[in-house]
């Protein structure tokens, strides 16, 4: 569900730009010497300048491929690290600035690092929340119970949290980020190395959650079945920039030059070679199969086949989103080399 049109901006970037200094070694003894003097550096452009609003209530996917600035950008509206130049402001606050009070009404969760403690259950790390962010008690179970309830994970609050499997314990770094009830979710890749079951379970609770509460998320997620099932809109970010920012639907109409037709023949399958001259014949699955063909021949190609042959069923199908963002991200690569 999208928030109102008119809805105020719970994000807002402006010119935002991190450059990181990187220390050169090089090669050889003599030069490894040499350079314990002369320190030479070079510079990484990580965000080079992005703009972008998120309004409240919206739920936002944050995509780009690897090393296109996407988790640098969530740390610097997490006020984990300062910006080289720029302006963001993450309800109402400078997120650098460290606020406590903005610490209380926003949360990161990052796949990739493990914020619970490992030895202990996560029950001690859910404690430590409550004292730091002074959480009422009783509020606090409340929340604990709604939260692992729908988590599915209520048995397992007790168990050390490196005997927990990868779903199991992504779904303890979402309830620790949630007990205090933020009012802004940055999530960077929640499902990444999750099976296909823990990743829906993890999709469904985040969509319910967003629903219910009504909060702002920004995701970044390289599953593309995340950003269909979770998101209407999407930023696209590459090489530290942003490419391209507006609804799926459009990314999807605007880039992808072909649509699928899946079609069900009534018996027998024609020659594939009969049916290359109206697409490029894929999947097929007898008696069904898919041509791959032009956008705007959607209508004719669908009266020359339906005339000819004997078809008992037919879809026309976008092209998936994962095709047509690898697609965005190669043709943006390509016309900056
Ligand atoms: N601490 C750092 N020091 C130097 N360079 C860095 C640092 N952090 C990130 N970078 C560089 O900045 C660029 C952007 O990195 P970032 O982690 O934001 O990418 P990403 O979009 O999250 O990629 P991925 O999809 O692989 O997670 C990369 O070139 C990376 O090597
Ligand atoms: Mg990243």
Request: hydrophobic share 40%; with cysteine; charged share 25%.
């Amino acid at each position: 569900m999208s928030p109102a049109a008119d809805a105020p901006n719970a994000i807002e970037v402006r010119d935002l730009t991190k450059v990181y200094r990187v220390f050169q070694k090089r090669e050889g003894l003599a030069a490894s010497l040499k350079s314990l003097f002369h320190r030479e550096y070079k510079t990484v452009t990580a965000v080079g300048g992005v703009s972008f609003s998120i309004r409240q209530g919206e739920m936002v996917a944050f995509l780009g491929p690897n090393g296109a600035g996407k988790t640098t950008t969530l740390k610097l509206l997490s006020g984990l690290i300062y910006p080289t130049s720029g302006t963001a402001t993450a309800l109402g606050f400078t997120p650098w600035q460290r606020e406590i009070a903005y610490r209380r009404r926003f949360s990161l969760v990052m796949g990739q690092k493990n914020q619970l403690w490992w030895d202990l259950p996560a029950q001690e790390s859910f404690r430590l929340h409550e004292a730091i962010y002074h959480i009422e008690p009783d509020i606090f179970q409340r929340r604990l119970d709604e939260l692992s309830d729908l988590l599915e994970v209520r048995k397992l609050v007790n168990q050390p949290v490196r005997e927990l499997s990868l779903g199991e314990r992504m779904r303890m770094e979402l309830i620790a980020a949630l007990l205090h009830s933020p009012d802004l979710l940055l999530l960077d890749e929640p499902t990444i190395g999750l099976d296909v079951v823990s990743q829906r379970k993890v999709q469904e609770f985040l969509k319910h959650y967003q629903r219910e509460q009504q909060i702002t998320v920004l995701l970044t997620s390289h599953y593309m079945k995340d950003v269909e099932a979770l998101c209407e809109r999407a930023v696209i970010i590459n090489q530290g920039l942003i490419q391209h920012d507006g609804p799926l639907a459009t990314i999807v109409g605007r880039f992808s030059q072909t649509k699928i037709i899946e079609l069900q023949f009534a018996s027998e399958l024609p020659a594939s070679t009969e049916l290359e001259r109206f697409g490029t014949v894929f999947d097929i699955k007898s008696p069904r199969l898919k041509l791959r063909i032009p956008r705007g021949e959607v209508a004719q190609t669908l009266t020359a086949l339906l005339s000819r042959y004997e078809i008992e069923d037919v879809s026309v199908q976008d092209r998936p989103l994962e095709e047509v963002i690898a697609e965005v991200f190669q043709q943006e690569a390509a016309a900056t080399h």
